[in-house]
């Protein structure tokens, strides 16, 4: 949830994630870069674009491309440290990395903020414990 109380989909966050990522690799972020990095056409792109503008999550700027608002940046954010947290616990847990960029990208968006913080100190555990993350390790295998 927004902090305007709206709930973004799992697209939009996608979308806001990403030209977070070009922004802070590039310095910008236009409808052409966010295109290639997701591999899909620029017209999908802009239309995503005219969406995250009218939900106030981004803005065009002339010269400079796309800037995210306070709210668009703190949903990227939002959405990259769950990434960041999910990537490690399935890493911990010895998971292939095939296997872990499908499954994150299935489950960020779908985790309560309760859970995440629960999967996060878990994470923090299981790299003090090296003989419990063994035995779990070894169970999965």
């Given amino acids: 949830m927004t902090k305007t109380g709206k709930r973004s989909s799992s ?14 690799a590039k310095g910008y972020a236009r409808a052409v870069d966010i295109a290639m990095s997701l591999g899909i056409s620029q017209a999908s792109v802009t239309n995503m674009v005219k969406r995250l503008d009218a939900e106030g999550f981004v803005k065009h700027e002339r010269y400079r491309g796309l800037i995210l608002t306070e709210e668009g940046v703190a949903i990227a954010r939002a959405v990259s440290a769950r990434h960041r947290i999910l990537t490690e616990f399935l890493r911990l847990l ?7 960029e499908r499954d994150v990208e299935g489950m960020e968006h779908h985790l309560s903020s309760a859970s995440l913080s629960a999967i996060e100190a878990l994470c923090r555990e299981l790299a003090l414990d090296r003989a419990l993350l063994e035995r779990i390790r070894s169970v999965s295998e």
């Fill in 94 to 100: 010895g998971v292939s990395e095939a296997e872990v």
């Fill in 11 to 24: 697209a939009v966050e996608d979308y806001l994630e990403r030209i977070q990522e070009l922004i802070d």
